[in-house]
Nanobody, 115 residues
Framework: QVQLVESGGGLVQAGGSLRLSCAAS????????AGWYRQATGKQRELVAA???????NYADSVKGRFTISRDNAKNTVYLQRNSLKHENTARYYC?????????WGQGTQVTVSS
């Protein structure tokens, strides 16, 4: 079992920045993929960004150039740096990791962008 704890959410003005963090209860190097998803009210959960063990990254088209995902295996943490935030980025953001065919989710952290 893996516990994931997200932090860094909150209220921010449009155009501002926030960095989300996700700390895992075991070695991050054991995860093949780590990612951030978001779910806005009334919408399906969608992938925002993902990073593999080899640090290959993948981003949703809507966030390319504004969001950056990174991982620090020494701290068992994955980050999502979000710049130039827009109102439509308001959502609950979830951390996800995959290992040995299993996926694990955090509880999520709410991000609200005021326009």
């Amino acid at each position: 079992q893996v516990q994931l704890v997200e932090s860094g959410g909150g209220l921010v003005q449009a155009g501002g920045s926030l960095r989300l963090s996700c700390a895992a209860s075991r070695r991050f190097s054991s995860f093949s993929v780590a990612g951030w998803y978001r779910q806005a009210t009334g919408k399906q959960r969608e992938l925002v960004a993902a990073i593999t063990g080899g640090s290959t990254t993948n981003y949703a088209d809507s966030v390319k150039g504004r969001f950056t995902i990174s991982r620090d295996n020494a701290k068992n943490t994955v980050y999502l740096q979000r710049n130039s935030l827009k109102h439509e980025n308001t959502a609950r953001y979830y951390c996800n990791v995959a290992s040995s065919g299993f996926q694990y989710w955090g509880q999520g952290t709410q991000v609200t962008v005021s326009s």
